[in-house]
């Protein structure tokens, strides 16, 4: 790491703040939502075949795979997103 000194304003330094208190919140936010819909796509594999929907969708999608273990479905984040 690279040891030196910046000068920005007061409001830009406030801004900045603002923002990664924004990211934190829009995170667990996510983390959430990501939790509510495992338990929606669990609850819905559990009421009729939906596996080859769910082939579909992995095939289709670039920013995660959806993976039924047991009866439960976890959202994977693939790595390239």
Known sequence: ???????????????????????????????????????????LCSREDMSKYIEEFNRQSQTCTIIIEDGKARIQINEKA
């Open 1 to 43: 790491m690279v040891k030196g000194s910046v000068t920005i304003s007061i409001d830009d330094y406030h801004a900045l703040i603002d923002a990664g208190s924004n990211y934190l919140q829009l995170k667990d936010k996510t983390i959430l939502a990501t939790k509510e819909l495992q338990v929606f796509l669990s609850f």
